[in-house]
């Protein structure tokens, strides 16, 4: 299904997407007072969007450096091409370690790689450690936001659902009480878990570690308890120096949800004592993004998912109208180069207002980037977008002036002169809510003509 | 000084008044105005929906018909952003780039080139403004609600010359309208939806009046207003400063 | 060819042409009160402070914080473990019923009330996560405006390769975007301000 098929489904529950929106825009409106008490937030933005240009264009000489101490402080390093090499990777390393248990924090890298699904497969209990993941993994479902992962759901859906696998109160609602309830439930995962696989926030070159942001403590307890620790990043996490942690840990909590930092910011080098420690590096594409000179900025994304909150389509759809793992503009710009058929809808499905790229902590020109898509989709894809045919008659009609206003002309009678049935079934979508303009008695050419042309006015 | 009349396609289909207002106004102010009969579209349709290079034929054309003129001027700040920014994909030449650092939006016009400080026209009523996202994040004419920095706009600068003229304040200030070009009927629900909510946030801060910059916004959400029969007036901002009345 | 060779050619012909890496000012303000920034930041994040200048009755202080904590381990000379003692555990799970967790932080950040924990100072690295409530004691006079400086106190690593800046307690809003203070980490964070 397009976006649009899967958007209007969702929209028909008014009150739910009222909800959505205004919700989303609440955490837009924190984010606001957060980035405009730092008088500095431009220039940070700045400074974000060229350290990124910088690792783009060095981007084989970090991750060689990054590897390099990493292997130093005694971790180990592998390099997966795609997918499937970082589950397989996954799983040997569990295997290895007779791991049947794995505690899982956010990773929007193992959605991508349908990791969970994999292992479970395998014989391995995966269990998504983040509250929001674990609502959605206990309903079969993936995450809607890329960091709200349950915000298509309400309290009242969260306490059936943990009324039916964790054994809460039937009818309980409360978020205090029901985070209560998988606060228990994943103490005890967190205790008995054989391994721990962590996201990667950012993966510093200089030193060959990673930083890890949570609120909830999620990661940490996995990593720590475990006797495995694995990493997984995209090649993309790299930035070159510990002190370029300065500006990012300034921007991602503030752009994400209005916080000034997340809860814990955590700086993994070595390895604990008798823990094994591993990161895993991905590609799955990557690269062949880099190679797209008009897309390649897409890669400078820190996954704060504020574009999501700011965009008025996303509020009013929810994420999973988008098919891709990563929803909303973001993700319509990464998912035409995963595949360009499977995905065309999603980068139609935006004004172009531009508000995602305004609200970019790195300058990701997001906006022109859904056009630059959009013709290659036209042009590429094959599609049976049947809008291709309208807008080439459209683009005739235009370049011939007297066809133009011959039809100009007969459009405006066909509009007056139609009955209201005709204008508003399914055939005409802008009667989806909108009346169509009323037409005036005279075209502006016509007026002209008549009242100006004729008298003398110079051209 | 011999400005060309850029008026967009919808604009001389439905909503003529906007270019006679236009028209009238850079009138009074001293411009010699012509109206290139031959002028079709500035072919943002059709590129906004991934056909840039069926709109080619539309620029060359636009081209063809403006060379000529000293300034390019038309009350739509997204179709002059559409030429400013996207007539790369002609083959550039003098004239080309002639038409693409000579056009003006009207509010530009006004108060860059022709520099004006005061307006003679009167309107007493509570004003909703709509700002719309090319005049925003394309054309930058007003402090977008996302960047840190003084906050300004030219319109609202030119729209508070006019006597009596009263703005409400919206509680989100720069939301997309939801129209979005061909969006307005391949995401026909999400855009009803867009416009809908674009109409209550105004209805809700007492607008008697919507007004914008640019036209397909304004047809948005007019059309929501006439749909839901709510008792609020749309008009362009050019018909307010050329002294529109809604009195008989 | 290795993935490793293959991903690092693919990246070698399709990067772009070299981009400078800027260099990062400090940002510094002068016009901020650290100590009064920093209070009213720590209670946005969910945590509270308390002002305690001198060493001597800090354990009685905590005690009466925290009353009914009945397992207390610390790291803090003035402030006594209770109950429970570092020498008796030997693997990390055994701190999964500890109630109270007494911390040295190294320095705190004004702007975000986030406080470095040197993996150094810690017996067993969960320990701040795993307590159900968490103290810090803070040196005032270790007050930095902002990360930037923060990380300049970070050019020299804990030596055992893990730190972590906190701020506030454990939270989540992924129930309808309701706050809830005591996700999977500590319920609470006070920090002793000395």
């Known amino acids: 299904m397009t976006h649009s098929e899967k958007a209007t489904r969702y929209i028909k529950d008014e009150a739910r997407v009222d909800w959505h929106d205004k919700a989303l825009w609440f955490v837009r409106q924190k984010r606001d007072i957060q980035t405009k008490k730092v008088p500095e937030w431009e220039t940070l933005r700045e400074l974000a969007s060229q350290i990124k240009a910088n690792v783009l264009s060095e981007l084989d000489t970090y991750l060689t450096q990054f590897e390099e101490n990493a292997i130093k402080n005694g971790v180990t390093v592998h390099w997966a091409k795609d997918a499937q090499e970082h589950n397989d990777i996954i799983l040997r390393i569990l295997n290895g370690k007779n791991a049947k248990k794995l505690v899982k924090s956010k990773s929007m890298l193992t959605e991508e790689c349908h990791l969970n699904s994999f292992l479970e497969k395998n014989g391995i209990e995966v269990v998504d450690t983040d509250l929001g993941e674990r609502i959605v993994q206990l309903r079969h479902e993936t995450p809607s936001h890329i960091v709200l992962p349950a915000i298509h759901l309400k309290k009242e859906d969260v306490g059936e659902t943990f009324h039916t696998h964790l054994g809460s109160e039937k009818g309980a609602k409360d978020p205090q009480y029901l985070t209560g309830v998988a606060r228990e439930h994943l103490r005890e995962k967190f205790l008995s878990a054989d391994a721990a696989l962590t996201g990667v926030n950012f993966a510093i070159a200089e030193t060959g570690g990673i930083t890890v942001c949570t609120n909830e403590g999620n990661a940490d307890l996995g990593a720590h308890l475990a006797p495995v620790h694995i990493a997984s990043m995209g090649i993309e996490k790299i930035i070159p120096r510990q002190s370029d942690l300065g500006v990012f840990l300034r921007m991602l909590a503030r752009n994400a949800t209005g916080q000034a930092i997340t809860t814990y910011s955590s700086h993994f080098l070595k390895p604990n004592n008798g823990q094994e420690m591993h990161f895993v590096i991905v590609d799955n594409g990557r690269t062949e993004q880099l190679g797209r000179v008009d897309f390649r900025k897409s890669l400078y994304c820190i996954r704060c998912g504020a574009c999501l909150n700011t965009c008025p389509v996303y509020r009013r759809s929810g994420g999973h109208s988008y098919s891709f793992t990563i929803p909303g503009p973001i993700g319509s710009i990464l998912s035409p180069g995963v595949d360009l058929k499977k995905y065309a809808s999603m980068a139609f499905a935006s004004t172009l207002c531009g508000s995602c790229s305004d609200v970019c902590p790195v300058k990701i020109d997001i906006h022109h980037q859904l056009y630059k898509w959009r013709q290659i989709i036209v042009n590429e894809s094959n599609s049976s977008f049947s809008k291709k045919q309208i807008m080439k008659a459209m683009g005739f009609l235009f370049s011939h002036p007297g066809l133009y206003r011959f039809a100009g002309k007969t459009g405006r009678k066909l509009v007056s002169s139609l009955p209201g049935f005709v204008l508003y079934n399914g055939l005409n979508t802008w009667g989806n809510g909108r009346e169509l303009p009323q037409p005036p008695a005279q075209s502006f050419r016509e007026w002209y003509l008549e009242n100006k042309h004729k008298t003398g006015n110079k051209l | 000084m011999k400005v060309g009349l850029f008026v967009p396609c919808y604009v001389d289909q439905f909503y003529p008044q906007v270019a006679v207002a236009t028209l009238q106004l850079l009138e009074k102010l001293g411009c010699e105005v012509g109206f290139p009969l031959n002028q079709t579209c500035c072919g943002q349709p059709m590129a906004n929906a991934g056909c840039e290079k069926e709109s080619k034929a539309a620029a060359k054309l636009f081209v063809e018909n403006f060379k000529d003129f000293d300034y390019i001027v038309g009350a739509a700040p997204s179709c002059v952003g559409f030429v400013k920014e996207h007539y790369d994909i002609l083959e550039q030449n003098p004239d080309v780039s002639h038409v693409r650092t000579k056009i003006y939006d009207i509010t530009e016009f006004l108060l860059d080139i022709l520099k004006i400080t005061k307006i003679d026209a009167r309107f007493p009523y509570k004003v909703g403004f709509h700002q719309s996202c090319h005049a925003l994040r394309g054309m930058r004419m007003a402090q977008s609600s996302e960047i840190n920095g003084a906050s300004f706009s030219m319109q609202k600068q030119l729209l508070s010359m006019v006597d009596g003229l009263e703005f409400i304040e919206l509680d989100r200030t720069d939301e997309c309208c939801g129209f979005g070009g061909t969006f307005c009927v391949t995401e026909a629900a999400v855009s009803a939806k867009m416009g809908s909510d674009r109409v209550a946030d105004h209805e809700r801060n007492g607008a008697q009046v919507i007004t914008g910059g640019d036209v397909s916004c304004l047809m948005q959400l007019e059309g929501v207003i006439r749909r839901q029969n709510k008792n609020i007036k749309v008009v362009h901002l050019v018909e307010i400063l050329n002294g529109v009345s809604f009195e008989k | ?194």
């Open chain 3, 1 to 194: 060819m290795s993935s490793r060779a293959l991903i690092l050619e693919r990246i070698k012909h399709r990067k772009p042409t070299i981009c400078s890496l800027p260099t990062i000012p400090l940002f510094e303000r002068t016009d901020i009160d650290l100590n009064t920034h920093f209070k009213e930041m720590l209670q946005f994040a969910g945590g509270q402070t308390v002002d305690f200048p001198v060493s001597d009755g800090m354990s009685d202080l905590i005690n009466g914080i925290f009353p009914e904590a009945n397992k207390i381990l610390s790291n803090i000379e003035s402030v006594k473990s209770k109950n429970v003692d570092f020498k008796s555990i030997s693997d990390a799970h055994q701190l999964y019923d500890i109630d109270l967790v007494v911390l040295k932080g190294e320095f705190g950040v004004a702007e975000n009330a986030a406080i470095w924990i040197s993996g150094d100072t810690l017996f067993s690295r969960v320990l701040p996560f795993i307590t159900q409530h968490l103290v810090i004691v803070l040196d005032k006079k270790q007050l930095v405006w902002n990360m930037h400086q923060a990380y300049q106190n970070l050019n020299i690593f804990p030596e055992n390769g893990f730190g972590v800046f906190i701020s506030g307690p454990s939270k989540t809003a992924d129930i309808e975007q309701s706050l809830v203070i005591g996700a999977h980490g500590s319920k609470s964070l006070t920090v002793v301000l000395i």
